[in-house]
């Protein structure tokens, strides 16, 4: 469903963002890979490819805008402008009460998730724009639909997120660019600690946390034709945790 597709994932060296480059590519995308961590990124190409896709591999910081618009700039020449992009690269960092938030700590999680979201789109706009259409998947979190009890400066950046996507959604729809944010609960990766797993699992209506597969699902059916009447909205594959919250 996603046949000759180019997909470009941030963060993909793990967690979500690895297992959606690998359906993304089990369904016929070829994938751009991107990560912070070399060794990650190198591991999940090398699943890409195990499925017969091509991967080009981009190992930068998404908050580096520089940096970042050469490595895609680089990554459309060996396979083609981007069709998909999937902003997914993220950090939880500590579970900080308001209080302990310092200036660094909070800019940071900006840079790193907001700012570098905004630029991935601008960088992948002209060849959307090129080609007549694109789907661009803001990865948010529950958090930001039923509010944290801390690390609040995590919960305003997944916010901004919901934002960019209504944004966009009505200023690429002229262009037949669908814009559409993912909300994952509580999933089985590194990022939650395994206290929060243990609790959302008890709150979630589904009893569980998800699967990282799970989330790749709903990120592909954006992605994919089906979604292709879709855009400006919010899907949460989370087990009906982002109706509770924690
Ligand atoms: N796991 C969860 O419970 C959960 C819940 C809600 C939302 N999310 C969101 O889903 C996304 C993926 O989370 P995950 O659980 O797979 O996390 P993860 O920590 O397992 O993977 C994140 C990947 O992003 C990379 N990364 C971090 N900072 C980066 C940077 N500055 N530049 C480039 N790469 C960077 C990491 O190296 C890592 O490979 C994040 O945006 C996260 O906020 C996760």
């Not at 910081?61 to 680089?74: G, Q, S």
Request: net charge neutral; aromatic share 6%.
């Amino acid at each position: 469903m996603l046949d000759g597709k180019v997909a470009f994932i941030t963060g993909s060296g793990a967690g979500i963002g690895r297992a959606e480059a690998v359906l993304f590519a089990e369904r016929g995308a070829d994938v751009v890979v991107h990560d912070v961590n070399a060794d990650g990124a190198d591991e999940t190409a090398a699943l890409v490819r195990a499925q017969g896709r091509r991967a080009h591999v981009i190992v930068a910081d998404n908050a580096d805008v520089k940096r970042m618009r050469a490595e895609i700039a680089a990554a459309s020449a060996t396979l083609g402008p981007i069709d998909i992009l999937v902003n997914n690269a993220g950090i939880s960092g500590r579970y900080l009460p308001l209080e302990e938030i310092d200036e660094a700590t909070y800019e940071r999680m900006f840079a790193v998730t907001v700012k570098g979201a905004f630029f991935c789109a601008q960088a992948v706009l002209p060849g959307m724009k090129a080609r007549g259409g694109g789907k661009i998947i803001n990865t948010s979190s529950d958090l930001a639909m039923t509010g944290s009890r801390v690390m609040s400066h995590y919960t305003a950046s997944k916010t901004a997120m919901m934002g960019l996507t209504r944004a966009w959604a009505k200023e690429l729809a002229p262009f037949r660019i669908n814009v559409n944010c993912l909300v994952p609960g509580v999933t089985d990766t590194d990022m939650p600690s395994e206290e929060v797993k243990t609790r959302y699992a008890g709150v979630a209506p589904l009893g569980r946390i998800a699967t990282p597969r799970e989330i790749a699902y709903a990120c592909a059916f954006l992605a994919g034709p089906e979604a292709d009447f879709i855009t400006g909205q919010v899907l949460s594959p989370s087990g009906g945790g982002a109706i509770v919250g924690m």
